[in-house]
């Protein structure tokens, strides 16, 4: 293999058997993605081999890991006692751009957003362990003021107790993270959930000839003389002139247009009424925002709390805010690598202070920085 260093940006899926044959060939490693349950495996093998395979190093995960990480290690050395972290981040639609009842559009990999939250969620909050079932992620929201921004709703993100143990947090009594979308976003969403529209384990049969009215019909129960519309609505418990309704009205589940999708899910055909309603044009903006807010006692056990945002608005459709603040981390990480700055081996992710300062300097030469308040909570805050 005539390489220095491997940047994989597959699919997810294929990352694992990239990193296997870079361990067989002895050539580093990176990428933005997870760490999977076989990359973990991998970890003892790629330090006999001198390989590193360093990996979140997007965005989410990426940079909340890093920013994060910069707050617990200047609290820790400064004698304080963490007893709380939540962080969340969105890929969003620039409010310039912001021009359907959705308030959304995909910068992003649509299908992971019509497959978020199916595995459940889970985390910690005030010593007791949390766990969230698929169909009750977008119902359980939590309403969050960020500085420049206003205010955003906020959903569980997968299996946030993993993370502790990476943060060297062990035992914080709350860890949360979350994904952010534009109020109202969620309960209109939860209408796909409830119905099952998002599912996809199952084919939907003659889906190829199948209207989206249809489509939508499908799931709802027959009653002759009602239309698709008003069952909807009573199914919901909602009004027919609803925003929820409304919403669903303008992304086109009501139309009698074709599907033309052979063998499709309901992933699949959601998918390709969205992406045919929330793609981006070329003069769209797109947004991203992360909020870190953590909670800990200072060395004279006075409760305080600091919270930590960034908000980057893209400049067009090929000049994302995603794209930047995914690739920009990767691309100074791979640097670091090649020039030996970055000198480990093994499976890692960005939470050494050796990883995520420099970057997260560098960050701020690209406009990519952190605004951070802090402030005194009342003494008896956790009593």
């Known amino acids: 293999m005539d390489a220095d260093l491997i940047v994989s940006l597959l699919p997810a899926v294929h990352h694992d058997v990239v990193a296997e044959e870079c361990v067989s060939f002895k050539k580093d490693m990176i990428t933005a ?55 969340f981040c969105g890929g969003l639609v620039a409010p310039e751009s912001d021009d359907n009842p959705w308030h959304y559009k995909f910068t992003w990999a649509p299908k992971n957003v019509v497959l978020a939250g199916t595995g459940g969620v889970k985390f910690i909050q005030n010593g007791e362990y949390k766990y969230i079932p698929y169909h009750k992620v977008f119902s359980r929201i939590e309403t969050v003021y960020v500085h420049g921004v206003g205010y955003l709703e906020g959903y569980a993100n997968r299996d946030s107790l993993k993370y502790r143990s990476k943060y060297n947090l062990d035992h ?23 119905l099952g529209m998002t599912d996809d384990t199952y084919v939907i049969d003659d889906s190829e000839h199948m209207t989206y009215r249809k489509f939508i019909n499908s799931f709802l129960m027959y009653r002759k003389h009602d239309t698709v519309e008003l069952k909807l609505a009573y199914h919901l418990g909602v009004s027919i002139d609803s925003p929820e309704m409304e919403a669903l009205k303008w992304i086109g589940v009501f139309e009698h247009r074709q599907i033309g999708l052979k063998k499709a899910t309901p992933a699949q055909i959601l998918l390709s009424l969205l992406e045919r309603k929330w793609s981006m044009r070329s003069d769209d903006k797109d947004m991203i925002v992360m909020y870190n807010q953590l909670q800990y006692a200072d060395k004279k056990g006075q409760p305080r709390e600091i919270v930590s945002s960034m908000m980057v608005k ?27 700055t970055i000198d480990l081996t093994g499976v890692h992710v960005p939470t050494l202070r050796s990883i995520y300062k ?26």
């Open 33 to 87: 993605s997870y760490v999977s349950e076989k990359m973990k495996s991998l970890d003892a093998k790629a330090k006999s081999n001198g390989v590193l395979l360093l990996n979140e190093m997007g965005l989410d995960p990426g940079i909340d890991h890093m920013s994060c990480m910069s707050l617990v290690n200047e609290i820790q050395e400064q004698g304080g006692d963490l007893r709380a972290l939540e962080t």
């Open 172 to 194: 914080i009594p709350t860890f949360f993270r979350g994904t952010f979308r534009h109020p109202g976003f969620c309960k209109a969403w939860d209408i796909f959930v409830q």
């Open 314 to 340: 893209g400049e067009n459709l090929e000049k994302t805010a995603m794209a930047k603040t995914v690739g920009l981390p990767l691309a100074i990480g791979a640097h670091m690598i090649l020039n030996g």
């Open 358 to 383: 420099p970057i997260l300097k560098e960050l701020e030469n690209h406009g990519v920085r952190f605004q951070t308040f802090e402030k005194t909570l009342p003494t008896d805050y956790w009593n």
